[in-house]
């Protein structure tokens, strides 16, 4: 009779014992609160980062349109330009320039443009079309913070054109370029380079020159964009100084960012400059593309 009473009291023990929460240690409320502000401030942090790279990498991009080659990525563009040359002659040029680009985007890397050209020359003159001179540049970006964004480069021009009239003589130019984003949507470039010719000529005029390009360029809603260029050459070979005036807006075409069509003007501010090109209109298609 003893064991039958006691059986049902170690049958309720163990059920009581399994059916009691089990007892944890629990973090003081102030610790808790502490971790959780801690990963809220690390989240906005990180969002803040994306913006701004997310917005500077836009102003790249734009950059990349507005000859700041230590930029570029994989190209294939379309460009055609009228140019009203000094006392009355005029030139129309079109060309279509590859560029293809070897290495960490933006970073380290080898740029190669191939580009094909053709010119109509004022006074009835007959077209004349070809390869023209083959480009190399060694890009470098160095110093890349966010908002900032620093470049140098080594560009060779090559003496290889297929005909005199699109080709250039040989030249060895050192490329710098810094970019600042000053707002969300506004960014400064500045390109300083430096053109000297050297080794056989052939018809060609001696070149050593530097030049002074800062961009101001400005990201608009539905991803237009317009920048304004100013361009300031000093011959060392004349001792002579002329600056040009380039206007561009253009549109991405794709989210992606892969496509681009814009629209160029370019006018002289002095008459040194203006004894080359009095003013310049056109346009250009833009592809960009990954290997």
Known sequence: MNRRKGAPGWILLVAALLAAPPVLAQEPPQQKEAWEDAHDRAEEEMRERKDRDHGFRHMLDVLEL???PVFERNMLQTKYEWT????GASMGELTFKPVFTFGAEREFALRIEAPLETFWPSGGGSSVSGFASLTTTLMWGFFSVSGIRQAVGLELQWNTASNSA???PW???PVYVVAFKLWSTVALSVEINWQKSFGNLGTYKPVNTIQFKPTLTVGLPAWFYVAVQD???WSIQNQNVGSLLKFTAGRFLTRAKTVVLAVEYETSLDPVAAEGTVFM???LLTYFFTW
């Not at 009203?84 to 006392?87: E, F, M, R, V």
């Open 171 to 173: 030249i060895i130019e």
């Open 231 to 233: 361009k300031t050459s």
């Open 84 to 87: 009203q040359k000094a006392a």
């Open 66 to 68: 507005v000859d700041a």
């Open 166 to 168: 699109v080709g250039q």
């Open 281 to 283: 209109v056109g346009g």
